[in-house]
């Protein structure tokens, strides 16, 4: 990272920025070309997850090329300034990279979903009818590597 004053390193505070983050934006790349779309996600144990719908871009780009990259960012806010270059931005932000899977089996679309659901109610079961569950896939995307990066806040 060439800015090492922004760089978050503490592993905690990188997931607590993971765990707190409402969007994440799903980066693929097929044929040189570049594809990215924002996603509800849920994250745990160095994993993230993604439901899609059964078809689509994503998932042909994912089976021709499941290397991805993942950001999420939170609490962004313009710092204004005298002189127009000189304005700034506070923002904490992660990046992932990894590699993504395409999960099939109910039985582990339900785990992956009760993450996913808990990201955003804080409960942590649901019921799943097989009819929804058969009309989507989960992107399970085991993390790589995590970067975190911050400007305007202390930790």
């Given amino acids: ?12 505070a990188i997931e607590a920025i993971l765990n707190q983050a409402y969007v994440g934006h799903l980066a693929l790349a ?18 993230l997850y993604i439901h899609s719908a059964k078809e ?14 993942f950001e999420v960012d939170m609490d962004a806010e313009l710092v204004q300034k005298k002189l127009a270059c000189s304005f700034d931005m506070k923002y904490k932000s992660v990046i992932a990279f990894g590699k993504a899977d395409i999960i099939e089996d109910n039985k582990e679309k339900k785990k992956a979903l009760n993450i996913i659901m808990k990201h955003y109610t804080g409960k942590t079961s649901f019921f799943y009818p097989d009819i929804m569950l ?3 896939v989960i992107i399970k995307i085991k993390v790589d590597s995590l970067t ?6 202390n930790w």
């Fill in 148 to 153: 975190g990066k911050k400007s305007g806040y």
């Fill in 56 to 69: 689509g871009q994503k998932l042909d780009i994912i089976k021709d090329n499941p290397n991805i990259c």
């Fill in 1 to 12: 990272m060439r800015r090492k004053d922004k760089e978050i390193t503490d592993i905690k």
């Fill in 30 to 47: 097929q044929n040189n070309l570049p594809y990215l779309v924002p996603m509800c996600f849920g994250y745990k144990k160095n994993t």
């Fill in 134 to 136: 058969n009309k989507i």
